[in-house]
């Protein structure tokens, strides 16, 4: 069965510093599709960042950033240059290549960037 | 980009109410389309998949009589949660795929408050 963990319920960040936010996941289907998700306090899911499995690059989108180690099985989203606005609960989510597009979401990390 | 409409934002009923929350595809046409309901400072929670012209597809756990979900065209999708109770009330999200899309598209989310 597939599985995502979010180890770290809550994070703290300086205005302007770079933020790892730790993601594992599990699966046994050779074909999936990763993907970083920002939730504000407003509740609204706003995609960030996607990368498949069989990528051979890590995905970067702005100043968002997937550090994937396949191996590890480890997608860990990176926010470079943080900003008060990056303040929310981000979520990463895993979608197998067969099932019909099912998406498993992680238990979820919330971030608070600091002035 | 892709805009997923979901409405009501937010609905405050008596108990025994029945609630249709809609959840339309703006600009894509929307193979599937997922259900998700989310409590307080956790994750989302599946409740069902729904695929146009089909029946929904519900995750173990969820009351099929109790979260009517029709998916009547490839742009509206609607959950209506029959006679809902105080323990119904939570943050209910649908979001879209269309054909070869990666991410999924969210809606903002329905407050449902039962009183």
């Known amino acids: 069965a597939q599985k995502i963990t979010q180890t770290q319920p809550g994070m703290f960040v300086q205005e302007k510093e770079a933020v790892t936010l730790d993601c594992t996941y599990d699966?046994?289907?050779?074909?999936?599709?990763l993907f970083w998700y920002k939730q504000p306090s407003s509740g609204e899911m706003i995609f960030l960042i996607y990368?498949?499995?069989?990528?051979?690059q890590n995905a970067t989108e702005g100043r968002y950033s997937l550090n994937f180690q396949k191996a590890r099985k480890s997608a860990n989203l990176v926010i470079s240059a943080s900003q008060l606005g990056d303040s929310a609960m981000y979520f990463c989510?895993?979608?197998?290549?067969?099932?019909?597009?099912?998406?498993?979401f992680g238990a979820g990390t919330r971030l608070f960037v600091k002035a | 980009g892709a805009v997923v409409s979901q409405h009501p934002s937010w609905v405050i009923c008596k108990s025994g109410t029945s609630v249709k929350i809609e959840c339309r595809s703006l600009?894509?046409?929307?193979?599937?389309m997922f259900w998700y309901r989310q409590f307080p400072k956790q994750s989302l929670m599946l409740m069902a998949t729904?695929?146009?012209?089909?029946?929904?597809?519900?995750e173990q756990g969820v009351e099929k009589d109790k979260f009517l979900i029709n998916h009547a065209s490839l742009t509206l999708s609607t959950l209506t949660v029959t006679s809902a109770h105080p323990e119904d009330s939570s943050f209910y999200i649908c979001?879209?795929?269309?054909?070869?899309?990666?991410?999924?598209?969210f809606g903002d989310g329905t407050r449902l408050s039962i009183l």
């Open positions: 979001s879209a795929i269309g054909q070869g899309d990666q991410p999924q598209h």
């Open positions: 699966t046994s289907d050779p074909s999936y599709g």
């Open positions: 990368q498949g499995s069989y990528d051979q």
């Open positions: 989510a895993m979608r197998e290549g067969t099932g019909g597009f099912k998406t498993i």
């Open positions: 600009d894509f046409q929307a193979t599937t």
């Open positions: 729904s695929n146009e012209g089909s029946k929904a597809t519900y």
